[in-house]
């Protein structure tokens, strides 16, 4: 597999990006979010570590999200399941609806087909900025051993960066001080990730976890940052 999966962009020198966590249909609280930052999308940028879809109100107005030009997203293993129910036969079709996809019986199937065609082109990395303003996005975690910048992704890291929760349980045991840890991992800039529920977001080996169960949780809640304090946080850390 290519680089074609990892997509960089130039730092924001004109407004303020946001990254924010497992959207799962909640499109309406991120847009209040976002308005309660004053966000302005002539110059501001929205970056997704996936999962828009399934579980919650209105996934199809997530996934027109990627209509807009401010919008960036990773793929997530909830797009990934579309994907393959919609474009890759030979998977479980029953996959997806055991895991939130039924939403997509009430809709016509076409668009949804040529959605799927988009998602299938999702990155799964996103690199931003350059040196110290450097982050990472990333739907579950960073391939390890964690080498930077990528030189290929090959099937196993693909995989590994939809569906892995190794490094949650290490996080887990971080919390709880059954484990001495850094969370930094000077190899790697800061990634944000999601795909693990956690009840806060934390800094761990160098990803931040954003995914606070909304869409899961029945109290879960929608997390959005403003990357350039997550930055600051993390600069000191480093220091």
Not at 19 to 40: T, Y
Not at 133 to 147: G, I, T
Not at 153 to 168: N, P, V
Request: glycine share 8%; proline share 5%; net charge negative.
């Amino acid at each position: 597999m290519d680089l074609k999966y990892v997509k960089c962009l130039p730092a924001n020198t004109r407004g303020r990006d946001f990254a924010v966590g497992d959207l799962h249909g909640h499109v309406s609280l991120l847009l209040d979010i976002l308005n309660g930052h004053n966000f302005d999308a002539r110059v501001d940028r929205v970056f997704s570590v996936g999962d828009l879809i399934d579980r919650g109100p209105d996934s199809l107005g997530s996934l027109q999200l990627l209509n807009e030009i401010w919008f960036h997203c990773v793929r997530g293993n909830h797009e990934q399941m579309m994907v393959n129910y919609f474009l890759h036969p030979e998977h479980d079709k029953g996959y997806w609806f055991q895991n939130g996809g039924e939403w997509a019986q009430h809709h016509d199937h076409a668009p949804l087909k040529s959605f799927a065609t988009r998602l299938e082109e999702l990155p799964y990395i996103i690199t931003v900025g350059e040196d110290q303003e450097c982050f990472n996005l990333v739907h579950a975690e960073y391939p390890r051993p964690h080498k930077y910048p990528l030189q290929d992704i090959d099937d196993d890291d693909s995989s590994f960066m939809l569906w892995s929760r190794s490094l949650h349980r290490a996080y887990e045991r971080y919390r709880y001080g059954l484990q001495p840890e850094e969370p930094i991992d000077q190899a790697l800039p800061l990634t944000f990730c999601g795909h693990t529920s956690v009840s806060e977001p934390g800094l761990f080996r160098s990803h931040y976890w954003l995914d606070t169960g909304c869409g899961w949780w029945p109290n879960g809640e929608l997390t959005v940052v403003e990357v350039g304090e997550v930055l600051k946080e993390y600069a000191q850390c480093r220091d």
